[in-house]
């Protein structure tokens, strides 16, 4: 049973940083690609961000690529999403997620606003 628990968000100004992480649990984590999603209030839920299982690619939605990396650890089972220059339209609940299977964690809210 795949278990996510994403953390990190919360009130930022326009153009400050956050990292928001994400423990996985439930299988092998070693073995998955992993994305970042975000959803806005309104709106559906987006891929932002994803890293294979070994590190050697990563993909971003234009609209956070050069501002949003993705990394992993996976001696951690923790995935990550490092946020820079943020702006207001990046606020949303972020939630990490496995491609190939299913199950979603609480999400961690971001809110981006002077």
């Known amino acids: 049973q795949v278990q996510l628990v994403e953390s990190g968000g919360g009130l930022v100004q326009p153009g400050g940083s956050l990292r928001l992480s994400c423990v996985a649990s439930?299988?092998?984590?070693?073995?998955?690609?992993m994305n970042w999603y975000r959803q806005a209030p309104g709106k559906e839920r987006e891929l932002v961000a994803y890293?294979?299982?070994?590190?050697?690619?990563?993909n971003y939605a234009d609209s956070v690529k050069g501002r949003f990396t993705i990394s992993r650890d996976n001696a951690k089972n923790t995935v990550y999403l490092q946020m820079n220059r943020l702006k207001p339209e990046d606020t949303a609940v972020y939630f990490c997620?496995?491609?190939?299977?299913?199950?979603w964690g609480q999400g961690t809210q971001v809110t981006v606003s002077s």
């Open positions: 997620g496995v491609p190939q299977l299913s199950g």
């Open positions: 439930g299988f092998t984590f070693r073995n998955y690609a």
């Open positions: 890293i294979s299982n070994n590190v050697d690619r990563t």
